[in-house]
């Protein structure tokens, strides 16, 4: 598809979640390609902000502070953009670009808030046919975009570097290979390992040669680590809390590998060039065709024998709850020893 003519401004929304905008990467590189001389800005939440620091693809970054639609629609309108592709469908985006005057707004053409867009692309998110980056490229494309690649880059800020280097020297981790990054937490966006489990995994890799650990979340995961780490008998590091996201990064590039849930900050070491052993749930909604870690040197393990239609877990109700557990930490620990 060729370019639309006498494009200067473009404006992408993805504010939603921190893997979701991980994922939009390369769609945001294809735009600037093939709008070289156009000024991108990004609709994104304030905490994925770290993500775009020193992104060459990107001139603005507008933070979405969930105020009144019609009060951010008036600041976005005074931006006078041109192009608005809507890489998260909802119904706030779709007004907000309407209600900007945007003239080419880009989004899904089969979701009800389709209707708001004026260049659709007709492709169906909840059948998992592909990729959460292809979705996005797709997105791209209808927005005139040459599609020339699907890499995720992310730089890294020096200060956050040096934060994570201190704390791992206080730590006796750095330069420790291999350091192993464990993030128990998913944010509720995914459904997950029993604390137990985590525990086990924990110990089990204090047997496997020159291995360290590190656990990490955010603040408000503290709680869960600190019961998952109250179950262990090793007692690995427990940084849960003391970095921000930027930092977070920084500490993963430091890692040889990293194990957790389908999350943001699973993407986050992928999109880092770090290995992982991710797990994943059977629910449609959350499958690893869609949402599964992006290159090629990456496991993903999860429950054997169980297909699930569904896309949001019954829990209870469901015979076969929790399924998670019926992926084995001795199972992870043979994957981690394949890879150390």
Known sequence: MENIRGIKKILVLRNDCLGD??????AISALRKSYPRAHLGILIQDYTRDI???NPDVDEIIIDQKQGVLELACQ???KRFDL??????SWRNG?????SRIPYRVGTGYKPVGILFNKRAYIHRTKVVHHEIDYCLKLAKEAGAQLMGREIALWIKDEDNRYVQSLLTRHNLLGISPLIGIHPGSGGSALNWSKENYARLIDGLSFVDGVRVVVTGSKEEQNLVDQIIAKTHTKPVNLAGQTSLGQLMALFSFCHLFVGPSTGPMHLAAGLGIPVIVLFSPLSSQ????WGPYGQKHVVLMPEGITCCLRKCKKERCKAYNCMDQIIPERVLETVRRWV
């Open 287 to 290: 499958s690893p065709a869609k």
């Open 76 to 78: 976005i309108r005074e």
């Open 21 to 26: 905008l991980i994922l939009s990467l390369p």
């Open 84 to 89: 608005a592709v809507v890489l998260y469908p």
């Open 52 to 54: 775009l620091w020193n």
């Open 95 to 99: 007004w907000l670009c309407w209600l």
